[in-house]
């Protein structure tokens, strides 16, 4: 019987005295203790992110109002200024994209539509401008170079 009992006994582990064990921290459930139910409820946007939104809907808005993204780009000071605040609600919209990625959770969808809303004005601002920015870099209007003769 011996023989038996010692080959289902495991075998103890020869090792320092000096080893110990790290204290469990918390009280053990007890298998039959009822265990509460933890509901995850959707998180809604923050308010920044819907101003966000709003504010990156006004250069459509505007276009769609007065003609066109070509009647908002020559008006410069409201182009300018309506690309600034454009660019500040995709960067919103980008600083909570990052936060949810941090914490592996999926971003609302007002985060990604506010990046896709803001993205299409400010892709044809920059094409504007560089085409302008280059007109006057290779002299290419007649404003840099004078009549031709």
């Given amino acids: 019987m011996r023989s038996t009992e010692s080959a289902t006994r495991p075998t103890p582990i020869s090792g320092s005295q000096l080893t110990t064990f790290r204290q469990v921290e918390g009280p053990a459930l007890e298998p039959r203790a009822a265990r509460q139910a933890e509901v995850v409820l959707p998180r809604s946007p923050s308010y920044e992110l819907f101003v966000a939104f709003v504010v990156s809907v006004i250069p459509q808005a505007a276009a769609l109002f007065v003609g066109g993204y070509g009647q908002v780009i020559t008006n410069a000071p409201l182009a300018v200024v309506i690309t600034i605040v454009d660019a500040v609600a995709v960067v919103i919209a980008y600083l909570q994209f990052r936060d949810d990625s941090h914490a592996r959770r999926s971003s609302h969808w007002l985060v990604w539509a506010t990046i896709g809303v803001g ?18 870099v290779f002299c290419i209007s007649s404003n840099c170079r004078g009549p031709i003769r």
């Fill in 119 to 136: 993205a299409v004005w400010l892709i044809y601002a920059v094409f504007v401008g560089v085409v302008l920015l280059l007109g006057q």
